[in-house]
């Protein structure tokens, strides 16, 4: 009875943003509190739940999801079923994508936009979407609710984004519809070739592992998924369509989109491509390494040179996807663990950077860095959440994000094949620090520009009222737990990955086991290993 219950809290994650959207889509004549009632629960409860689903959470389930719901979808001739579990590699994204939806929906409830009831309930469809996305065990389901969570990006976009959105908007979706088709492609085909009779995640992978596919077939399939899913992930040269988006994106579209919905991706290469198709992996091995690096060092130094403080945060986000890469190429359960990591502490510190911008620009009234200084003097809460954000980004320890990329090098630095990497990949923290620290200290220290001067001197300016401290808390907290804690996560989805034959074959040497994440003395022995 307790499972069954648990099962349709994980479908109302999916129903109440969607119909607390719809109602504050059809409800124009609803005045202002009541509104912010509905969609303030709108995007809560995916987060009670989700922290209820995560204390609820049987770990000996491994290779197994948790509270399992089916539901008849009338198109099971095609082998399409409303599938939705959750496993220990799907849930930290579930909670990622809950807190950054409670954030997103704070901040955006006091936005002061035009159509405020219509700019929530995109937020809401997209909030929906996104916790449908890593609820859905059926492959299908995990696409459509994709597509479903990425509409309201361009809508918003469309009609609230900033200078230059029409023709940021018209390379994204050319991007994201390209990206979004090549991955249709290699999904249906991994379908038509396992000779499977669902788009089950786990009945594909039970075929695949009695039968596998040719080698050919593999490598085949796996390049449309990498180059598809890596292209919605903004992966090198496909990345453009990132940061003009984000810079001309609505703060809350910004906050869901490079925090969670990009993840998606990512997602999809270490929960599908690599599990099932392990041959095609190993074949575009260094593709994805030198694609990564290029990640990391090419779009690093293009971030140094930005003086737009949301064009930096944009190739900011599209170089740490670098190290999540890098991560999934190691093939191993501390590599690809780290990865997941990565994945959950860059979504939390994106999101959050990407709202302080918009708080930045409320009392500046420019994204140029260049024009500001001196901020703090009037806003030092608001500099102590950038500085606190940045941190987080640059990898600082007590903060998730330090974890995720460690644990990624010291997968890289287990192989021979791998160990070269962790040099150059290293230097990314370099220049991470570089225009990270340098942002900090143009915009908030130092002497204000003789321009911002003037405008410092305004009663206007003044520091973060509570509407924008509490998602900023809400980001900074999780981010801390994430960097303390981190075997809240880590441990279940250790052993899930361990149950994976593409990661656990490369696990040779006994010391993986120890690592765990969690504390200093595990982290020192696998150095000294």
């Given at each position: ?19 607390a959207g719809?109602?504050?889509l ?17 995007f ?9 689903l ?7 389930l ?9 539901a ?23 909670l ?32 929906s ?11 299908f ?109 609505p ?7 490079a925090?969670?919905l990009?993840k ?29 690096l ?15 403080l ?8 599209v170089m ?27 979504g ?9 911008a ?9 994204f140029?860095?260049s024009a ?12 102590a ?14 903060f ?28 990314g ?6 225009y ?76 993986h ?17």
């Amino acid at each position: 009875m307790e499972h069954e219950m648990n099962s349709y809290f994980l479908l109302a994650a999916i129903l109440v943003p969607m119909l607390a959207g719809v109602m504050a889509l059809f409800g124009g004549r609803l005045n202002t509190s009541v509104l912010r009632s509905i969609t303030a629960l709108g995007f809560g409860v995916p987060l009670i739940i989700g922290i209820y689903l995560f204390c609820n959470f049987d770990a000996s389930l491994v290779g197994a999801y948790n509270f399992e719901f089916r539901a008849s979808t009338g198109l099971e001739s095609l082998g399409i079923y409303l599938h939705l579990g959750l496993n220990a590699i799907s849930l930290p994204l579930f909670l990622l994508a809950g807190v950054v939806g409670l954030a997103a929906g704070l901040y955006a409830m006091n936005a002061n936009a035009e159509r405020l009831n219509l700019y929530l309930a995109l937020l809401l469809f997209m909030l929906s979407g996104l916790m449908g996305t890593f609820a859905s065990v059926d492959v299908f389901f995990f696409y459509f609710f994709h597509e479903f969570a990425l509409i309201p990006t361009f809508i918003m976009i469309g009609m609230w984004g900033g200078a230059g959105r029409r023709g940021a908007a018209i390379e994204m979706t050319i991007y994201l519809t390209v990206g979004a088709l090549l991955s249709l492609l290699g999904l249906i085909a991994l379908y038509v070739q396992s000779g499977a009779e669902s788009f089950s995640l786990l009945e594909l992978r039970n075929y695949l592992l009695a039968q596998p596919l040719a080698e050919t077939v593999q490598s085949n399939i796996f390049a449309l998924l990498l180059f598809g899913f890596g292209i919605l992930v903004s992966l090198f040269p496909f990345h453009s369509w990132a940061p003009k988006g984000y810079a001309v994106a609505p703060s809350g579209a910004a906050m869901l989109h490079a925090g969670v919905l990009k993840k998606f991706g990512l997602y999809g290469l270490l929960q599908i491509a690599a599990p099932l198709l392990p041959a095609g992996g190993e074949h575009w091995f260094s593709v994805i390494v030198w694609l990564a690096l290029g990640n990391i060092l090419f779009i690093g130094l293009v971030t140094i040179a930005q003086k737009d403080l949301k064009m930096m945060l944009g190739y900011s986000s599209v170089m740490h996807m670098g190290y999540a890469f890098l991560g999934i190429a190691t093939f191993s359960v501390v590599g690809v663990g780290g990865a997941l990591l990565m994945m959950v502490a860059h979504g939390l510190s994106v999101a959050l950077l990407f709202m302080l911008a918009t708080c930045i620009y409320h009392r500046s009234q420019t994204f140029d860095m260049s024009a500001m200084g001196g901020l703090a003097t009037k806003a030092p809460v608001l500099a102590a959440f950038f500085v606190a954000g940045t941190m987080a980004s640059i990898g600082l320890p007590g903060f998730g994000n330090f974890w995720g990329e460690f644990t990624i090098f010291a997968a890289l630095a287990e192989t021979e094949t791998t160990r070269w990497i962790v040099a150059p990949a290293a230097i990314g923290i370099i220049l991470s620090a570089i225009y990270g620290l340098r942002a900090a200290a143009n915009i908030f220290f130092g002497p204000p520009k003789p321009s911002f001067a003037t405008q410092l001197e305004s009663e206007s300016v003044v520091d973060m009222k509570p509407f924008e401290k509490v998602p900023a808390l809400v980001l900074v907290v999780a981010l801390v737990l994430t960097g303390l804690f981190p075997r809240l996560l880590s441990d279940n989805a250790n052993a899930e990955l361990s149950n994976i034959e593409v990661y656990k074959v490369q696990d040779t040497l006994p010391h993986h086991e120890a690592i765990a994440l969690p504390t200093k003395e595990d982290a020192h022995k696998e150095v000294t290993h």
